[in-house]
Structure formats: C-alpha cells, structure tokens
C-alpha cells in the first residue's frame, strides 16, 4: 500500500546528479536495513578503495538489522551516496511527530529509533531529509545510469528527474519512487526511457533480477538471504550471504 511522501526536501536536494567515476568504481548495494557489518564484509571482498570508489544505496539501509544506529557513521563518508527508501520515510515522519507514522516504523523494524538520545534522533532527522530521491550517474557519451528507491513513476526518467529538479513531482510520483511493488511482484513494467539503467531495491528477491532495464538489487540480507553489490563500470555482481536468519521466512510489509 502506497504511503504518503511527506516532507519533500527543498527541490535542489531532490535529485543528486553524478558524474561517472573516471578515477576508480561506482558500487551500487541492494537495501542494507541495518547490516552494516556485513556490508563492510563484502566491500573487503570487493577490494573497495574508499580513495577513489565510491558506494551508492538504494535506500531502506536502516530497520530490522542490528546496526541500524551506524547509519549516521556511514552517511558520514564523502565515497557514500544514498536515495531516500521508504524507511528512512517512515523515520523523518515519525521524530515529525506522525504518530501513524511512527506506529508504523515500530512494526516494521523501526524501535532502535525510539532508544536513541533526542539529539541522536535530531541528526538522523537531519540526514535523512538531506537523501534524495534519486540519483542519477551520466558520462561524457550521454549514458546514464539512475538509482531509485523502489521505481520510475511513468517509465519515463527524464520526467521524474526534471519534476524532482524542479520541485513539481506530485506526491502520487513520490510515492511510486519510495513505495511501488508493481514491477517486482508481477515481473512487467516496460523499459524505463532516458536512462540506460535503473537500479532499485524495495522488493526482496532471491538474487538481483532484471526487469527490462531495471535491476532489482535488494537479496534480503537481513531476512537471512545476501547482501549484494554491483559495479557500475562493468557490471560485476558480488554477494555475501547472511549470517542473520532470525527473519528468515520473511512476509513482504505493505
């Protein structure tokens, strides 16, 4: 069930437009929820140099994990980018004060919140409205890449980076970015124009899976499935299976 988007940040924020990296790797990594241990595992198993890679998350990268509270570290690094998810939502809503929002982010994962010192709270407040929505990674030859949290609102790229730019994308378009199961659940969707790429979470899969041109990197690491990574330079997939099953069996979240 799709969930009002509210406190859109200021429309320059909305979309964090990239260069590629010319100087070392651009790793994608699937929906994190808090297993920050493991991910630093498997960025050893990539060899990645935080001197010149850099890391981007398609969100969802707190809740149901144990190290859900490093995330303020993590957003720390200069090499790390993220879109917003659907959880780093429900957190801005509920230290808002949206009590149904709050309710919410407790059932799914979200009670590591309610433990943290008010002005720990207030900084993750702070750094997750600072996420855009998307973030978009283009070379010299016209090619881009686009990371979105869950999917493109009307296939269409262009529109959603421009709406986002300039602060005109409707809440129905939000809610596609951060909540939409459509494209996972029924395996259709269509091509997504003006990108050569989309990279998306949301759903859990058993393995990264491509719908036409949108690979869906969450494998469920924290429902005792992997943690993936992917190269955007040369598409190479690497994962690292978890050592957490206590959510193992999972059932999707509305």
């Not at 707190?62 to 859900?68: H, K, T």
């Not at 992997?226 to 193992?248: G, I, W, Y």
Request: net charge negative; glycine share 10%; aromatic share 6%.
């Amino acid at each position: 069930m799709a969930q009002n988007s509210r406190t859109p940040p200021p429309s320059s924020s909305m979309i964090l437009k990239l260069q590629r990296n010319t100087q070392g790797r651009d790793w994608a990594v699937g929906d994190i929820h808090g297993c920050f241990r493991q991910l630093s595992r498997l960025l050893k198993m990539a060899a990645f140099n935080p001197e010149c890679d850099r890391l981007l998350s398609v969100g969802d990268m707190i809740d149901r994990g144990a190290d859900s509270a490093a995330v303020l570290e993590w957003l720390a690094q200069p090499w790390f980018y993220a879109v917003r998810g659907n959880h780093e939502q429900l957190a801005i809503d509920s230290i808002l004060g949206d009590k149904q929002a709050e309710i919410r982010h407790v059932n799914n994962g979200g009670s590591w919140l309610l433990t943290l010192p008010a002005p720990q709270r207030q900084a993750c407040l702070a750094a997750f409205q600072r996420l855009p929505y998307a973030i978009e990674v283009s070379d010299a030859d016209g090619g881009k890449i686009g990371v979105v949290h869950a999917d493109c609102p009307g296939n269409d790229w262009d529109a959603l980076a421009a709406g986002l730019a300039n602060g005109t994308l409707p809440e129905s378009g939000r809610n596609v970015a951060l909540w939409s199961r459509e494209r996972a659940r029924h395996g259709r969707g269509g091509v997504v124009r003006g990108v050569d790429l989309l990279l998306v979470g949301h759903t859990p899969q058993t393995s990264a899976t491509r719908f036409d041109n949108v690979l869906n990197l969450d494998t469920g690491a924290v429902y005792g499935g992997k943690l993936t990574l992917f190269c955007l330079n040369d598409f190479v997939e690497l994962s690292l299976p978890s050592e957490d099953d206590a959510l193992l069996g999972f059932h999707l979240h509305d």
